[in-house]
């Protein structure tokens, strides 16, 4: 699986736009790219998948340039409600297991 | 949408106590996948299962754990005998593989605390 490299940490303030990066140098041609959210005392919740350009859904957007090497997760006007732990994988993800790496841990102040 | 229910949501058991963990995927899922999330270790995967049939065990840690799944329906993850290093929170996801890429679904966890 590939391995993919995210900042630790960041800190945002309520209505703004957060955009958190992922590297995936060595992504597959087969490999999707997917981000999960988890609050503490929850499970991973499926935020967005894509393979390539730009998927939009009504939570968030992922931005992949052509060589995939790299993806950008988007979140418009963030809450306090959105302060958790973004994880950014590659994969397979509906065949094969899951790698999860540490993730970014997302900071919203008032 | 009932998404995947485990269950018991807490667990507190002396070390050398059974431990059984239980998972009800998502309604029409074929592929289920335990993990286990430490602070040290992060999130890993310990098992998975596809069709009922178990295709990646690598991740288990040792004898002591063992997975089941009878039907589409229901998986066991089980610990015998616990110990200490085995506290953790226990995640079980699901998922429905075919020729496209669907995302795993996860429930909200076990947490367990072995004394």
């Known amino acids: 699986l590939a391995k993919t490299t995210q900042p630790i940490s960041m800190d945002s303030y309520e209505g703004q736009e957060v955009n958190i990066t992922c590297s995936h140098n060595?992504?597959?041609?087969?490999?999707?790219i997917t981000w999960y959210q988890q609050f503490p005392s929850q499970g991973p919740r499926f935020i967005i998948q894509?393979?390539?350009t730009k998927v939009t859904n009504e939570v968030a957007s992922l931005f992949i340039p052509a060589d995939r090497k790299s993806s950008t997760l988007s979140l418009p006007r963030v809450s306090l409600s959105d302060t958790a732990v973004y994880y950014c994988l590659v994969g397979e993800t509906g065949r094969r297991a899951l790698t999860f790496g540490s993730g970014t841990r997302l900071q919203v102040q008032p | 949408d009932a998404g995947v229910i485990q269950s018991p949501r807490h667990e507190v058991t002396e070390m050398g106590q059974e431990v059984t963990l239980r998972c009800k995927p998502i309604?029409?899922?074929?592929?289920l996948f335990w993990y286990r999330q430490t602070m040290m270790r992060g999130l890993e995967l310990l098992i998975y299962?596809?069709?009922?049939?178990?295709?990646?065990d690598s991740g288990m840690p040792e004898d002591r754990f063992s997975a089941k799944m009878p039907n589409a329906s229901f998986s066991t993850l089980k610990i015998q005998p616990s110990e200490p290093r085995d506290s953790a929170v226990y995640f079980c996801?699901?998922?429905?593989?075919?020729?496209?890429?669907?995302?795993?679904?996860f429930g909200d966890g076990t947490r367990l605390s072995i004394l």
């Open positions: 299962f596809n069709n009922n049939v178990p295709i990646d």
């Open positions: 894509g393979y390539k």
């Open positions: 060595n992504i597959a041609t087969n490999d999707y």
């Open positions: 996801a699901s998922s429905f593989v075919d020729r496209g890429h669907q995302p795993q679904h």
């Open positions: 309604s029409g899922h074929n592929s």
